[in-house]
């Protein structure tokens, strides 16, 4: 999604859409950096790149696969559209749901590795980092090639601002 493809409303704040696509950016160079640091370290990251990406995976991103969970998809899969449109949206939303899941198991299983093997400790070997961030990787084209358009496309400025509120409501409420 790109910058032509948003709108902005209520005072020029970012729809619930805008706010997911940043997050998505903010994903992909969270991979880039862990890729980087594998590169660069083998299995020893710098203390505050260690930290950040950690923070980043266990508090933003489960925040925002809830929002995506329990707000957007919810808020598309209640649209009144032709028979053929919502079973192509429902098969969508079915395998981006599995795939945060999915995306989750990997977290948690790369996350217990990037602890055990904090700066200072040795012989602690990282899971693939490539297929972690691989995995992100073509899960995010499919949400902005895919879901994110598509719900430009059906929500109207009512559903938009409605979800707005909702996600705004998640993010100042939940904790991951």
């Known amino acids: 999604m790109t910058g032509q493809d948003t709108v902005a409303i209520d005072n020029g704040r970012p729809d619930a859409l805008m706010r997911l696509s940043k997050v998505h950016a903010d994903i992909l160079r969270n991979c880039a950096r862990l890729e980087q640091c594998e590169r660069k370290r083998g299995t020893q990251l710098a203390p505050a790149a260690f930290q950040e990406i950690i923070d980043f995976f266990d508090n933003e991103v489960v925040i925002h696969h809830r929002?995506?969970?329990?707000?957007?998809?919810?808020?598309?899969?209640?649209?009144?559209?032709?028979?053929?449109?919502?079973?192509?949206?429902?098969?969508?939303?079915?395998?981006l749901g599995e795939d945060h899941r999915m995306l989750d198991a990997l977290w948690r299983d790369l996350r217990s590795a990037l602890v055990e093997s904090r700066p200072g400790a040795s012989g602690v070997?990282?899971?693939?980092?490539?297929?972690?961030?691989?995995?992100?990787?073509?899960?995010?084209?499919?949400?902005?090639?895919?879901?994110?358009?598509?719900?430009?496309?059906?929500?109207?400025?009512?559903?938009?601002?409605?979800?707005?509120?909702?996600?705004?409501?998640?993010?100042?409420?939940?904790?991951?």
């Open 67 to 95: 929002i995506e969970d329990e707000v957007l998809f919810p808020q598309l899969l209640a649209l009144h559209l032709p028979v053929s449109d919502m079973r192509e949206l429902r098969a969508l939303v079915a395998a």
């Open 125 to 176: 070997q990282l899971p693939d980092i490539a297929t972690f961030a691989a995995s992100y990787r073509q899960h995010l084209k499919r949400e902005d090639l895919g879901i994110l358009p598509f719900a430009r496309r059906h929500l109207d400025n009512a559903a938009l601002a409605a979800m707005t509120q909702a996600v705004e409501r998640e993010i100042s409420t939940r904790q991951p």
